[in-house]
């Protein structure tokens, strides 16, 4: 889709500053030569004792802060050099330099073979500023962690009431929550910070809440939760803590019983799956006089062709689907056009792929666009007759919302576990479903503004991993998960 075309006072809510905020961290998770961990795990290194105080090592603590490293053996110093900062350590030596204040620690650096060793307790000394990492030191598990700037979320705590469940997530900043899917079965939140905490160990019986673990995520956290069918609404709650510095914050989400003012909705759930996907529709959006978003001669509408190409023996070899596609070279279309394709072929599911743009640097991820699921359903709900007739034509693809919205956050929970994300689910009807009638999504699958996003899709795996992410969703939708 283009800039343009929507509004970008829209895009300005909690989700997008989110989205700003992890798109900002990627490069820093990504920098160093770790070994892999699970998604959304931390950066860490592990602790040594000697003598009985706990050390890390200058390599780790140089890989964790993504510094450069500068050994002057004349004097038998190192200087660490991360962002805007300066880190001198001296063999033997009980204190440690930081820009230019001069710390004691608890006991010396020490060399052992060959590498610098420095007590925990130098973390302390280290600025809390954004332009270096975060570490934090966790004796129980012995290692040294490196925090996302956006901080920490710990463990959850329910408590059920009459009326009101309340899950409590104590936090470091109280912006940086979302909602990811508000679906019953699979309600997510993800948050800006790491998770440092446990999963509850109970839950409160009769309460609303039935079920909550952190998922994997890219960037951040994210838990997903099973919410009882009685559970009308649900609202996030930000307590930004006492005044001043160090004042507990938290963020809660209360899932009620009842309809009460304020509340938001939850989606409407369809039937259970396994869901037949036989005949796919892929749409690359663009083509011809219309390149999309362009930056640096990436047009988008070679990336949605190309994907489309890659896309499609991955769908026909892993659903077994028929796929179709409403365009195969670079030639514009007409939206009655590609909607005739669709609907002639007898799609279960129309994809239409696109890349987004915005402007600034701050917007990143992915987006799906649906069609609004309630609506959909206060329709399906008032009537198997008329309102089919009272739809305008052009409108259809919302007999389908409801489906269209599961597709939606099969694919968008798939490709933020292949670091595809932040992701967003936007109801609503986009142009490309205009007249479709059959479940449909657009997706933008990256953000070709976004340096790190576009380097990635058009890298050597960049299309073909998008494709298998694609897969995966909708290979979980089919399966009815
Ligand atoms: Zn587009």
Redesign the pocket.
């Known amino acids: ?2 800039v343009t075309s929507r509004g970008m006072a829209a895009r300005m809510t909690a989700l997008a500053l989110l989205a700003a905020l992890t798109a900002a961290l990627a490069p820093l998770a990504a920098a160093s030569g770790a070994p892999a961990l699970p998604p959304g795990a931390p950066e860490r290194a592990p602790v040594r004792r000697l003598d009985g105080q706990a050390y890390l090592g200058a390599n780790d603590l140089a890989r964790l802060l993504d510094a450069t490293k500068f050994w002057r053996p004349d004097v038998r110093k190192l200087v660490l050099r991360a962002g805007s900062h300066r880190v001198t350590l001296a063999v033997d030596n009980p204190f440690v330099v930081v820009d230019e204040r001069t710390f004691r620690l608890p006991a010396p650096v020490r060399s052992v073979r060959g590498e610098l060793q420095a007590p925990v307790a130098l973390l302390d000394s280290l600025p809390r500023d954004t332009t270096i990492a975060r570490l934090l030191y966790d004796p129980g598990r012995g290692v040294v962690m490196c925090m996302p700037l956006s901080g920490v979320v710990r463990s959850p705590q329910l408590a059920a009431g009459d009326t009101l469940t309340r899950v409590v997530f104590p936090v470091d900043h109280v912006a940086e929550v979302g909602v990811a899917s508000r679906a019953r079965g699979h309600f997510r939140l993800r948050f800006g910070g790491a998770f440092v905490g446990a999963s509850p160990e109970s839950l409160s019986p009769g309460g609303l809440v039935t079920a909550i673990a952190p998922i994997p995520v890219a960037v951040g956290c994210a838990f997903e939760l099973a919410v009882s069918p009685a559970a009308q609404g649900f609202r996030l709650v930000r307590d930004p803590g006492s005044a001043g510095a160090g004042g507990p914050r938290s963020i809660t989400l209360e899932v009620s019983r009842f309809r009460i003012p304020g509340l938001e909705d939850f989606a409407p759930a369809g039937p259970p799956g396994p869901r037949a996907l036989e005949v796919i529709v892929l749409d690359p ?2 083509g011809g006089d219309d390149r ?2 362009t930056v640096e001669g990436v047009a ?1 509408k070679d990336l ?1 062709l190309a994907l489309a190409r890659v896309l499609k023996p991955e769908l026909e070899r892993r659903l077994h689907a028929q796929v179709v596609l409403t365009r195969d070279d670079d030639r514009g279309l007409a939206q009655d056009r590609r909607a005739e394709t669709a609907n002639h072929a007898r799609a279960d599911l129309v994809l239409a792929l ?2 987004d743009g915005a402007p600034g640097t701050g917007y990143a991820g992915a987006s799906a666009w649906c069609p609004p699921a309630l609506v959909g359903a206060r329709r399906e709900a008032a009537g198997r007759n008329a309102p089919v007739l009272l739809l305008p034509w052009r409108e259809v693809a919302l007999r389908h919302a409801v489906r269209s919205r599961a597709v939606a956050e099969a694919v968008l929970g798939a490709l933020e576990l292949a670091g595809a994300g932040p992701t967003r689910l936007r109801e609503v009807l986009p142009h490309p479903l205009l007249g479709v009638n059959a479940p449909g999504i657009l997706l ?1 699958c990256a953000t070709l503004t976004a340096p790190a996003d576009r380097a990635r899709v058009t890298g050597p795996r960049g299309l073909q991993d998008l494709a298998t992410a694609i897969a995966d969703g909708l290979a979980a939708w089919e399966r009815g998960r």
């Open positions: 889709m283009s959006g663009h999309g978003v988008e949605t696109h890349f933008e």
